[in-house]
Structures are given as C-alpha cells and as structure tokens.
C-alpha cells in the first residue's frame, strides 16, 4: 500500500524513482480504508532532506499511511522558504487538536544549547505532553529524544570527550522486543552526536534495547508511556555523515572523517549504507505494532 504525502511535496519524485508507492490526496480519497495517520515534527534545517529520508522508511510498509508534516509554530527557519513551509507543513497550533497513531519527532541542531535556552523549548514541553494525550506511539530521535528522557525521566545528559561521528557497531541488549524482530545482533548504526545520557539517571521504566560501549546507550523502550527513543540515526541516507563532514572541512572544523563509513577509509569514494535494512526493519516493526495495537476509532486515543 502507498504513502500519502503532500501533493506536490518534492520528496514524492525521489520516493517514486526509488520504487515507493506514493499517493496523492485525491486517490486516498477515494479508498474505502482507515489509513493510519503518522505525523513528523521535523526540528532539522534541511526540510526536504529529512521528509525524504522519514518517508522514504514509512512508504515502505504494506499498510496505507497518511504523513502529516508538521514544524513548530515558534520559529523562523533559516535553511527553508517560508513558502515551502506553508505549501507543505502544518504548524503544531494547526494539528494540536488532532490525534495521530504515530508520531516522530527529530533531532535537532542545538545538541550545545541547554534545553531551556533553546528557543522554541515551551512548544517543546506543550507537543511532548501534547503526545501522552493524542498519539498512540511516538518515537523521538536524537535531540529530540535527549529532550523526551530529559522531560519525561529527568535523565541527565553529558558531552563526551569527542563526538562521536561514524557507523558504529552496535549489540541487542533488552530482551524480546516486537521493535526489533528480525534484527541482527550486532547492526551498524549511523551516529552524530555530542553528547551521551548517563545511565545512572536513566530509571527503572526505561529499558535499553540496543547498546554500545564505548559510544553509550543508543534506543531505548519507555515502560510508563508508549514511546521509543532513538538516540542515532537510522534514517540516515548513505551520503547524510559525509556531507556533514565536508561541510565541517570547509568550514576550517578540525573534524576527522566518520568511522566506518568510506571504504577503506578513503574520503574520495562514495560511502556504502550498510544500515538500509535495519532502517526498514525498525519502521516496519513499529508502524505493524502501532497497527496492531492502535484503536480502530482515530478519536478513542489517549482514553485509556
């Protein structure tokens, strides 16, 4: 079954050329179905890029699934058209009343900024209590999922020695979980972040499911509310830790190349993904269990 995305959003030709059904409001308006309604808050400066990627992951399941868009109404973008955003976003104001069967919500560049100084950090603490209320399962990534263990578990976060910037290796800790059926023991995992979540502060109602040593804890499963957090990236495309490291090049950064990513190490040669089916494995397990689980009635979410 398809995705339905904004008509005319640019991500629908880069889905459609990669074999990703994609259809337009007209269509879905016409099958006789309960589509389950996802929604992205997406916090990144590249929109489009990070709509693609999200997408291109939702798109894949045999489920039909409306996207909803979605930014916060507390900030001007700089990296996107205002015009763009109003084509093809809803602010939170405009979705607040809605309910959602699931919902993503992103990282963020601001990992160097408390979470209090961020600027729209209030709508934060609305759309993060807003979730407990009118959505059926979130999952919050990287910065956003820092923020979410900081909210919800008062988890404490601290930055690292030095980022850690690669596709690492990384171990299935938790126990059976139906988020990660069919997953390898030991997936590579694309990572960028400053800072790490100390264990200490994590919690009995959390439990990590996927680990590393060195690099620190990276999902974990939410046993007091309906919510996973994933603390990498996943959705990354094979280009996303390449292109940050050449814009850190250009920009005079001392950064050194992602590990694990260029073949044999050579920055001249085009990165391979090597995370693409866990990608999909961890989408598809959580939209089927959102599918499984979700009320049929779109309205009964959040009553218990």
Same mark, same amino acid.
């Given at each position: ?7 005319? !959003?640019? $991500? ?135 923020? $979410? !263990? ?29 988020? !990660? ?80 990513? /260029? ?19 961890? /989408? ?18 959040? !009553?218990?």
């Amino acid at each position: 079954m398809p995705i339905r995305i904004p008509d005319h !959003l640019p $991500a629908a030709k880069t889905l459609q050329s990669e074999g990703v059904m994609v259809m337009d409001s007209s269509r879905a308006a016409r099958q006789d179905i309960r589509p389950l309604q996802i929604g992205l808050l997406n916090l990144m400066p590249n929109k489009e890029r990070t709509e693609t990627q999200f997408a291109r992951l939702i798109g894949a399941t045999p489920l039909q699934v409306d996207l909803t868009l979605v930014r916060v109404s507390d900030h001007k973008s700089k990296n996107t058209s205002e015009e763009y955003l109003k084509s093809f976003y809803s602010t939170w104001e405009e979705v607040r009343e809605k309910k959602f069967d699931g919902f993503i919500v992103t990282g963020a560049p601001v990992a160097n900024m408390p979470f209090e100084e961020v600027k729209y950090w209030s709508e934060m603490l609305e759309i993060m209590d807003w979730t407990q209320t009118n959505v059926h399962h979130t999952m919050f990534i990287c910065w956003g999922a820092q923020a $979410a !263990l900081h909210h919800f578990h008062g988890a404490k976060r601290y930055r690292m020695p030095k980022k850690a910037f690669g596709v690492f290796r990384h171990q299935l800790v938790g126990p059976q979980t139906p988020w !990660l059926h069919g997953f390898s023991d030991s997936p590579m995992i694309p990572v960028s972040r400053y800072n790490d979540i100390d264990r200490t502060s994590l919690g009995e109602n959390l439990e990590v499911l996927i680990d590393n040593d060195d690099i620190g804890v990276c999902m974990l499963e939410d046993k007091a509310r309906p919510a996973l957090y994933m603390l990498n990236h996943l959705e990354y495309d094979n280009r996303s830790l390449a292109d940050e490291y050449e814009r850190d090049v250009k920009a005079g950064l001392d950064t050194a190349p992602p590990v694990n990513l /260029f073949p044999n190490g050579d920055t001249t040669v085009e990165p391979e993904n090597r995370w693409r089916s866990h990608a999909h494995l961890l /989408f598809q397990n959580w939209i089927n269990e959102i599918y499984q689980t979700t009320p049929y009635e779109l309205e009964k979410i959040g !009553l218990g």
